[in-house]
């Protein structure tokens, strides 16, 4: 299930701010020491600052009312925006920081001062270690009972979180990755560290990228609805007394909170329209009430002593 509508822009507002103070923490810093690493932070957070711009923006647009042009909403905005985020961070920050390590290697130049790394990047852990607990939280609300922390990600359809929490996974990591490259420049006096630090927080950007590319692209080819919620609905339908199966059962995120429903439901032999009516408007009551983010329902009805006259039934609900 996705977070609750008034809890997304706290987890991506509470990245934006901490990305942007690193940011310029880490811009000074690198100015000061000559680092390649911290330079390579610091595009890693700048990145990722805008990236939480774009998410904002995707969030806000896919709030927009279902018109003409799109009858079923803007809710897949969203998933559009966190592409544009992911290829983003695929080639400005991951590009960029390999390149700037590549170019260091080759030519070393000596760390000066590596007390002002050594502070912006605690401090920068520290911030990215909030940001992460925060989003990390808002995505384990829908954690199934024994399930671990990366099944709960893939099967997160809220870009507004997971995108977060892959963000701030790869800066802590790229952190750790930039205080390693700097101890080992100054302790072995080999500034080469420092560039080979720089093209493995670039990899680590890139491999991020990837991963998120690979979400995304689900959910932008109408990924369906958690394998639970389907076979509540199942259950759902075929609780009515007047139902003996449901042949067929598809649905699709039209977005994080937003799920459309094409079911078939069959009915026994010698139901009178008006049972059928009931039944009909009971099963769209239920499933609405136990599933809120199942908001558009098309339903066919199908009897047993009919089967190749089928009455359709298409209701929307919501939005």
Not at 53 to 76: E, T
Not at 192 to 203: C, E, L, T
Request: aromatic share 6%.
């Amino acid at each position: 299930m996705a977070e609750a509508k008034g809890e997304k822009p706290i987890t991506v507002y509470g990245a934006l701010v901490a990305n942007l103070v690193i940011a310029v923490a880490k811009f000074v810093a690198a100015a000061f020491t000559g680092s390649s690493s911290m330079l390579s932070e610091a595009i890693h957070s700048l990145v990722d600052t805008g990236n939480e711009g774009l998410l904002l923006l995707g969030l806000k647009r896919s709030k927009k009312p279902a018109d003409a042009r799109h009858p079923f909403g803007y809710g897949q905005e969203m998933y559009f925006w966190s592409l544009i985020v992911a290829m983003l961070l695929f080639s400005i920050g991951g590009g960029l920081s390999v390149y700037e390590g590549v170019m260091h290697a080759l030519n070393p130049e000596p760390i000066e001062e590596p007390i002002w790394n050594y502070a912006v990047l605690g401090i920068a852990f520290l911030a990215e270690g909030t940001s992460w607990y925060i989003a990390i939280k808002a995505m384990m609300k829908a954690r199934k009972p024994g399930e671990g922390v990366l099944k709960t990600f893939r099967r997160s359809k809220d870009p507004s979180v997971y995108t977060v929490v892959a963000e701030d996974t790869a800066a802590l990591l790229g952190i750790i990755a930039a205080a390693l490259g700097v101890f080992l420049s100054v302790t072995l006096d080999q500034p080469v560290y420092d560039g080979i630090a720089s093209v493995v927080i670039g990899v680590i950007l890139i491999g991020v990228a990837i991963m998120l590319v690979i979400e995304t692209r689900e959910l932008l080819m109408g990924e369906a609805a958690d394998e639970d919620v389907v076979a509540s609905i199942r259950e759902i339908a075929m609780g009515a007394p007047a139902v003996v199966s449901v042949p067929h059962l598809r649905t699709m995120h039209l977005a994080p909170d937003q799920i459309l429903l094409n079911i078939e439901v069959e009915f026994r032999t010698g139901i009178a329209p008006r049972e059928i009516f009931d039944t009909v408007e009971g099963i769209q009551d239920r499933i609405h009430k136990a599933h809120p983010q199942v908001q558009r329902i098309f339903l066919e009805i199908r009897s047993l002593q009919s089967a190749q006259t089928a009455v359709s039934s298409a209701v929307a609900q919501g939005s």
